[in-house]
Each structure stands twice: as structure tokens, then as C-alpha cells.
């Protein structure tokens, strides 16, 4: 328990009171008073998401408008491409992309979306890292972008394959959004941002709502049954499944999004070649990652017992092996799979599906194999 | 006649004459959440007062259950493995975790009967 100085300087968002009074287990986390779990339990929230649809706050997270200076949107586009390996002059309006800000060694000092708004770029960033992000914007961008540190907003995700027809009650265009689209619509009548994302491998929406309007809104959502509220612990336990990274855990400033198995979500246009290529911290090394490989890879884990593999756990090559390999980022148990999922770092060498490894685990060393990810299919609307 | 008593770790001990069944409270378990792996000590085995005899693990963490007493295993509630959730549904009945025969049954005095178990979770 935390003492009673920590839990005051601990930050409520707009929601704290409903969960408070739906039973929600709080905890700290990211300097936050959050809901791990309601009386549900982490299991029953965890199925409750990918059978109908949860309802999960996630105001802890930084949201910010970078606004150019000469009004025209491509201008923030072209400054934001200095700090992040992403073609974001591509990102057509109303639509969103996940990005990653990248340090001068080619790490990951913090993974974001970023949605063209038409006349400005909208961001979401981690609750940890928000503070950081926002100098870190200020320090590189404040010549052409004016950022707007977007505090008197809520942030409402709504997943699984209910979630479409629980917000349509609410919201008319949104049926008619495909994944990754976002912008404004209004709900309830309030004014919000609502994008087709979330971080659950499911289909699904993140609202963003007036902080004032925030506890209205989401109670209409939790009105209807197939809704129910879902705390944090299944919130990772869900992104795991889905194969999704957690930062300061899968990835951070000494992972490269190569080795991280990004290379997805770096366009060709900023690769080697490309017509904007590099021109983002770590540029070099980032892209001598993509030319020539990296000597490591974030892969996916699934034990063949029924013990979870958490993260901290070492890798082995052979049950025998001296020396570690690699390292558990994320593991747990997996309620869709009823199993246990893990993902972590491994030698390139070593990280083709079906390798046989071995994870430490209390002094035993467990079976393992490399595996695909999603360990669970994602049912995003393209 | 069974006597039954707790640990400030949230175990209980059926007592039989050396022989004590072991598993953790109803409070525990609710504090874990769902239980989805459980780890018992092999049979045989010695165990130390206070050493980590068992874990349970929940979808969020994993917890160690200590050896309330020292003694040696001899035997253990296999039907856990098949059925972690049984911890949930009985954890002060079906889910008892192993049984220990005791080698010193003075360190039963530093336990708590029911009434004071409850005063510690209360």
C-alpha cells in the first residue's frame, strides 16, 4: 500500500469517482490513481472484451494538437518527420498512423499515434512519457508548430465486436469507419474525436470527450449491457495477446523499431531510397538496421506447459546453456488462449518461428518455442 | 479432531495429529483474483518453516506460498494442475495445496486460531 503522501500526490483522471463507485480495484500507475480491475475480475473482463465490449479509461494518456504555424497541416507533417521514422505527409486527413519517437542511438523514446485533423496533426502519447514528449515537441518543433497540450480532454476506448454497434446507438457516422480512421464527430451530442484504433487487437474506437463531459458520456456507453467497464490488467492482457508492445517494457531507448519487429510502421518513403529518407533522430543507425538486419528481434513466446513465463524471465538456448540469450519483455497467462503468452528479445539467429528455446522460471527451465503474433487473430474493420 | 489454523502469509493448516493440510485462505484468494497455474512442492520433499513451498499464479501475478511449518511433503492436491480455478470456487476445502508431516509441532504456537485470522484481515 502505498502511504497516504503518495496516494494524494497520486493524479485522479475525469473519470475516478464512477470508477470508484463501480468497484474498481485502484492502483497506482504512471503517477495515476487506476482501475486494475472491477469486481468482474481481470479473466471475465479480459473474454467480456473479445465477446461483446469493454469500456476502458485511458485519460492517464497525453493527448496534444500540433498546430503549424503557416496553417497548412503538411508543414506540421514535414516538422513531426524530424523527431519520428514515419511518413506522416502521407497520412491523409481523417486518417491516423502509429509512430514512434526515435533518440539520437536509434531507441525508442516513446511510441504514439498521430492523426492528420485536416488543420492539424492530433497525438496520443503514453501516460509515462507525456511530459517528456511535450518538451522534447517543444524543443524541436516550436519554430513551426504551435503545440497544445490537450489536459481538459478524457480518453474512452471501446473494443471488441460489440463496440461498433454500442457507439452507433450514440454516434451515426460510426459504423461507416474503417480502421485507423479518426476525427471529429459528436456523440451524444458532445463534441469528440473518435478514431477506429485501440490497443486490445479487436475492433474498436478511442473517444476522446471534454474532461467535463467525460462521466456522462461514458455512463450512457455502460447503460447499454454488452458494455463493461474493464480495468488495466486486462488491458495488458489483452495487448499482449494481440502481440501489441507495452513501452518501458517491449520497447524503449535501447531498442531500435527494427529489432523491436516494427519495420511495419516505417514507410518506404523514409527507408534508404526513399524520397524523404532518414532525417530522424537515429537515422543512421535505424537504417543500417533495415539494410543489413539487426543482431536481435522482439518475437513472440509460447510455453509449452501451463506455467506463465513473466517478464524478467531469461532465455536459453538449451536446457543446459550457461549463458542467457535473451530476456522476457511481457508474459502472462493468456484468458483467450488459456495459456501462457510471452514475448521477449532473441538473437536473429535464433528467432524464426518454431525455434525451441528455454525460459528460466523459479530455477527451472521451461520449454518455449518462437511463435507468431497476434497469438490472437485481430478483427480490425479495414 | 482437526484444528484449524492461520498464517500472517494468508495460509491455513488443517491439523491432524503430525500432519498438516495446507492452503491459502478465502481472503488470499480473492486478494489474487483468478487463478490460472498452480505450482506444488514435490512429494518428499523437505521443507524449511518460511521457505517458498508452492506458487499461485493469477492472469496479473505470480505469489509464493511459504511452508508454515518445517516438515516433509507428503502429498500434493494434483487436482490443482488440471484446475487452477478450484483455488477461487474452495479455496479452505477442494483446493488445499499439500499435505506436510510436521517434524515440530511447537511451531504451531506462533499461528493464529479463526478469531485472530480475522482480526488480521479485517
Sequence with gaps: ?382 | MTTTLYTSDHEWLAIDGDIATVGITDYAQQQLGDVVFVELPKVGRSLKKAEAAAVVESVKAASDVYAPVTGEVLEANEALAAEPALVNSDAQGAAWFFKIRMADKSELGSLMDEAAYKAHTA
Design chain 1, 1 to 382: 500500500m502505498p502511504a497516504p503522501d503518495d496516494q494524494k500526490s497520486l493524479r485522479q483522471t475525469p473519470l475516478h469517482a464512477l470508477h470508484v463507485s463501480l468497484g474498481g480495484k485502484m492502483v497506482p500507475f504512471a503517477g495515476y490513481d487506476m482501475p486494475v480491475q472491477y469486481p468482474a475480475g481481470v479473466l471475465k473482463e479480459h473474454l467480456h472484451t473479445r465477446a461483446a465490449a469493454g469500456l476502458f479509461d485511458v485519460s492517464h494518456m497525453g493527448q496534444l494538437a500540433l498546430r503549424p504555424k503557416s496553417g497548412k497541416v503538411a508543414d506540421a507533417a514535414r516538422a513531426l518527420e524530424r523527431l519520428v521514422p514515419q511518413d506522416i505527409v502521407a497520412i491523409a486527413p481523417g486518417r491516423q498512423r502509429y509512430a514512434q519517437f526515435t533518440n539520437a542511438d536509434g531507441g525508442i523514446l516513446d511510441d504514439l499515434m498521430v492523426a492528420n485533423f485536416g488543420d492539424h496533426l492530433f497525438l496520443v502519447v503514453n501516460a509515462a512519457c507525456k511530459d517528456a514528449d511535450e518538451a522534447h515537441l517543444r524543443a524541436h518543433l516550436a519554430d513551426d508548430c504551435v503545440i497544445d497540450s490537450l489536459a481538459d480532454r478524457a480518453l474512452i476506448a471501446l473494443q471488441g465486436p460489440k463496440a461498433e454497434a454500442a457507439l452507433a446507438k450514440l454516434c451515426a457516422g460510426a459504423p461507416s469507419m474503417t480502421f485507423m480512421d479518426a476525427g471529429p464527430h459528436e456523440v451524444a451530442g458532445i463534441k469528440c474525436f473518435v478514431s477506429r484504433s485501440g490497443y486490445t487487437g479487436e475492433d474498436g474506437f478511442e473517444i476522446s470527450v471534454p474532461a467535463a463531459d467525460a462521466e456522462r458520456l461514458t455512463r450512457t456507453l455502460l447503460e447499454n449491457p454488452d458494455v463493461l467497464p474493464i480495468g488495466l490488467g486486462a488491458r495488458d492482457s489483452l495487448r499482449l495477446e494481440a502481440g501489441l508492445c507495452l513501452y518501458g517494457h517491449d520497447i524503449d531507448t535501447a531498442t531500435t523499431p527494427v529489432e523491436a519487429a516494427l519495420e511495419w510502421s516505417v514507410q518506404k518513403s523514409r527507408r534508404s531510397g526513399g524520397v524523404r529518407a532518414g532525417g530522424f533522430p537515429g537515422a543512421e543507425k535505424i537504417l543500417a538496421h533495415f539494410d543489413n538486419g539487426a543482431s536481435r528481434r522482439r518475437v513472440g513466446l509460447r510455453a509449452e506447459g501451463r506455467a506463465p513465463v513473466r517478464e524478467g524471465a531469461l532465455l536459453f538456448a538449451d536446457e543446459a546453456a550457461g549463458e542467457p540469450i535473451g530476456k522476457v519483455t511481457s508474459g502472462g497467462f493468456g484468458p483467450s488462449l488459456n495459456a501462457p503468452v510471452a514475448m521477449g528479445y532473441v538473437p536473429t539467429n535464433l528467432s524464426a518461428l518454431g525455434t525451441k528455446l528455454f525460459a528460466e522460471v523459479r530455477g527451472q527451465r521451461l520449454p518455449l518455442a518462437v511463435a507468431a503474433m497476434p497469438f490472437v487473430k485481430n478483427t480490425y474493420k479495414r
